[in-house]
Each structure stands twice: as C-alpha cells, then as structure tokens.
C-alpha cells in the first residue's frame, strides 16, 4: 500500500502550481481590461472625435449593428486563409524534403525560393489580380506565398537536425533510406515544421488582408477599406478586432493539432 506524503513534505512548485496556473490567465486578461477601460476615458475626456479614434463601446455597438455582415466577410477571409494555408502545406513539405534529398535541386531551386520570398507581396498582389482576375483566387495565391517560405525553412531544417550518431546507428542496422526517414528524419522534423506552420498561419491572415486591400469585393480586409474611406471607423475596427481574433485562434489551433500529432515536441 502506498502511503501518502505528508503535507510539509510537498514540494513548493506543487503548492504555488495553482496560484501560478491562474495568474497565467488572469493577469493578461485584467491588463487586457484595463486598456480597455483607459481607452474609452481617454477618448471621452479627450473629445476625440469618433470618426477618427472611436471608443471601445461605439466598436462593440457599431459590430452588433452590421454583425450579419461582419460575420460574412469574416467567412470569406477564413476561407481564404485556410485554402492558402492548406496549399501551402501541400507544396512546400514535398518540396522541402526533395530539397534535403537532393543536391541539385538545393543548388539550383532553393536560392530562386529565397529570391521569391525577398519580393514584397504587396507589390505583387496587383500582378495576380491582373493575370487571375477578381475573386478568391488571388487572395489564395497571395496566402500561399506568404506561408510558403517559413513552411519549406522549417521542414528543411528540421529533415536536417538529426545528429549524425543517430543516423549512423540506424544504417549499422541496416535501415532502408525509406526506413531512415519514416522513422528518424520526419519524426525529429514534426516540431520544426510546426514552428514553420504556426508562423505561417499568422502570415496568412495578413497575406488575404493584402490580397483583399489590392482588388476585392469581399472580405474583412476590403471592409475595413471601404469603412475608412465611408469614415466609418468603428466598423472598421470591429473588422481589425475579428481579424486578431481569427489570428489568434488559428495559431493556437495549429498548437493543438500538434500537442495531438507531436507529443514529444518541447512545450513552451
């Protein structure tokens, strides 16, 4: 039968885990609040007027009242998002890992990659709107070239992380190349593709916004364009404030998918 420790032989981490736990949530949260509640007396004592700085409650008011098509511009955005993001994660992973597996391709590909990635994408948004036409398209290529490069840096990176040790112990016994990667190289790739995706999920919120400042008819981003030329800036910020909202909740899914996929990655 197990006996159970005494009280004053609990350790202090054990103890102070709960108060620590819930200072962890509360204290942004109440800083959060605060900001919050500054901000509305500053513009009120201020008298700022709202069309140029509104107040935290004319947001929310002005969000209630256009909630219907708050709620499809955001759908439209998401679904940007996420198609870009989904493609980007097709092409760039395969092509990470032919990159580490080959020479050529390493020498001749990767530096065009990284010349690609050095073009700003704001400036080539209005070529893909010229060459694709209006629509999701463009918004979705626009996605998938902002999440392409963090997503094939990662993945090639972590492909080439495991120590050599390793690597030769698996050969001594033998291990086909196909073996070696399906069991060494890719598991100990899992954490750095996942720091890769969850950088690139953020980039791809901003990737539509671009894509929906240069040619749209829909979408946050084109809300938030049409709001500040109307001086509709509540709107305007209720659409800022879903996007974070939609960045936030997107990267903290990528965490959880890989707490599920890659439970021996390091946690934060």
């Not at 007396?41 to 509104?54: D, E, M, T």
């Not at 032919?98 to 070529?127: E, G």
């Amino acid at each position: 039968m197990t006996a159970e420790l005494p009280a004053s032989a609990r350790t202090e981490d054990e103890d102070l885990e709960p108060s620590t736990t819930l200072f962890t949530y509360l204290g942004p949260a109440v800083t959060l609040i605060g900001l919050v509640a500054l901000w509305e007396v500053l513009v009120r004592w201020s008298g700022i007027p709202g069309w140029l700085l509104p107040t935290p409650t004319a947001i929310g008011e002005a969000m209630a009242e256009w909630r219907n098509e708050l709620g499809w511009h955001f759908l439209i955005t998401l679904y940007e998002v996420l198609a870009g993001f989904a493609l980007s994660i097709v092409v760039s992973i395969p092509l990470a890992v032919a990159v580490v597996y080959s020479p050529f391709l390493q020498n001749t590909i990767y530096p065009i990659l990284l010349a690609l990635q050095s073009m700003p994408k704001v400036a080539i948004a209005p070529l893909l709107v010229l060459w694709i036409g209006f629509g999701a398209l463009p918004k979705i290529v626009v996605v998938f070239l902002v999440c392409f490069f963090p997503i094939i840096v990662a993945t090639a990176s972590g492909l080439t992380a495991v120590p050599a040790s390793l690597i030769d112990l698996i050969r001594s016994l033998s291990a086909t190349p196909l073996q070696t990667f399906v069991k060494i190289r890719f598991p100990t790739a899992m954490p750095h593709i996942f720091v890769g995706l969850k950088i690139a999920i953020t980039f791809a919120v901003i990737g539509a916004v671009i894509g929906e400042f240069v040619g749209s008819d829909a979408g946050l981003g084109y809300l938030i364009l049409i709001s500040t030329s109307q001086s509709r800036t509540p709107l305007a910020f209720g659409a800022l404030l879903l996007l974070t909202i939609m960045s936030i909740v997107l990267y903290y899914a990528v965490e959880f998918v890989e707490r599920l996929l890659v439970p021996w990655a390091p946690k934060n």
